[in-house]
């Protein structure tokens, strides 16, 4: 048996996951990834961060107490990371959700960028049929 007479086993299986596949599934996550939900998130941060100088600028024209000016800040903070941690959690679970790893490696396709360009392993392996990271064939030809 000589090395041509191998094949993928993206070629030999018929359930194979084919370029128009993992296109149309790295577009899903990405337009989720993007939706006015995660923007909301986002912008509900900020506006905790931003609400404590707010609470204590009011404060300090109304006349409130100064000892409130620590908590006020403190609830700007808790707001701000409490976001954050909301919209982590949510990118992390899409992504489980659009999860496609490569069969020989077990790196995720939908991780982290390459260095060169910016570009995902998924939009390389949708590029060359192959895994960036190890050069397991994973795409059906």
């Known amino acids: 048996m000589t090395p041509h007479d191998l094949t993928s086993p993206a070629a030999t299986d018929p359930l194979?996951?084919?370029?128009?596949?993992?296109?149309?599934?790295?577009?899903?996550?990405?337009?989720?990834m993007r939706s006015k939900k995660e923007w909301a998130?986002?912008?509900?941060?900020?506006?905790g961060l931003a609400l404590?100088?707010?609470?204590?600028?009011?404060?300090?024209?109304?006349?409130?107490?100064a000892a409130l000016a620590?908590?006020?800040?403190?609830?700007?903070?808790?707001?701000?990371?409490?976001?954050t941690a909301v919209v982590v959690v949510r990118a992390r679970r899409i992504r489980a959700r659009?999860?496609?790893?490569?069969?020989?490696?077990?790196?995720?396709l939908l991780g982290p960028r390459l260095k060169q360009?910016?570009?995902?392993?998924?939009?390389?392996?949708?590029?060359?049929?192959?895994?960036?990271s190890c050069g397991a064939q994973v795409l059906a030809p």
């Open 117 to 132: 360009g910016d570009f995902t392993y998924a939009e390389m392996a949708i590029k060359t049929g192959c895994c960036p």
């Open 98 to 108: 659009y999860q496609i790893q490569c069969p020989a490696c077990d790196v995720s």
């Open 52 to 65: 404590g100088p707010i609470l204590i600028s009011i404060g300090e024209h109304a006349g409130w107490p």
């Open 16 to 32: 194979a996951l084919r370029r128009e596949d993992l296109d149309l599934l790295l577009a899903s996550c990405k337009q989720e």
């Open 41 to 47: 998130g986002v912008i509900a941060a900020i506006g």
């Open 70 to 83: 620590p908590l006020f800040f403190g609830l700007g903070w808790v707001l701000f990371l409490g976001m």
